[in-house]
């Protein structure tokens, strides 16, 4: 059982996020790639991509190994969607909705879920998911899912970071580190 838990805490990051933060020396081997239209940064590592799509009160972020072509499709990397006002546009406030979307991750067709974490911290509540997603016509993910709620402004950050199976150990070693120093003002 020790052993167990062990793995699972191996598994997801540990102390996730940081908020209001001053940004010091990005770790080593990645720089910081700011995230201007929501007041935040992460880390992004050295010969990644970053691109941004949307308009302001609902913007995509995405840092991936892989240059993002026409469809928006990657292999391996994060995307971080950002939804301002979220009551106005679900009908919910920021951490009912999160919710409501954490609930069904992992439960899809060809998909299996292989764990679930909940906390709060200040204004956020965070749900975290970890799924494998086999479609029958592509090969295997570990898809990581993470919805930070800010019960304060009412601001949903949505962050996946993804994988294909076969490049999923050597792949989360970065994604985790990514998630871990991700700085927000949750002011905002």
């Known amino acids: 059982m020790l052993r167990l838990l062990f793995l699972l805490l191996l598994a997801l990051p ?3 996020q940081k908020y209001n933060t001053a940004l010091g020396t990005a770790p080593a081997g990645f720089r910081w790639q700011a995230l201007p239209d929501v007041k935040a940064a992460m880390p ?3 010969g990644w991509y970053y691109k941004a799509e949307g308009q302001k009160g609902a913007t995509t972020f995405y840092l991936t190994q892989d240059e993002i072509g026409e469809s928006g499709e990657f292999q391996t990397g994060a995307s971080l969607n950002v939804v301002r006002k ?5 009908g919910r406030q920021a951490p009912a909705y999160a919710e409501l ?3 069904r991750t992992g439960f899809g067709q060809g998909q299996q879920q292989l764990e679930k974490t909940s906390t709060a911290d200040g204004p956020f509540y965070k749900l975290a998911v970890r799924y494998r997603d086999a479609p029958s016509e592509a090969e295997p993910r570990v898809v990581y899912q ?3 709620a800010n019960a304060k402004t009412d601001t ?4 996946t970071f993804e994988s294909p199976e076969k490049n999923w150990a050597e792949a989360w070693k ?3 580190q990514m998630i871990k120093e991700l700085v927000l003002d949750a002011r905002l």
């Open 14 to 16: 540990a102390a996730a």
């Open 44 to 46: 992004l590592p050295e």
């Open 86 to 90: 979220v009551k106005a546009k679900t």
């Open 101 to 103: 979307l954490m609930m």
């Open 146 to 148: 993470m919805a930070l």
């Open 156 to 159: 949903l950050y949505l962050l």
């Open 174 to 176: 970065l994604g985790e």
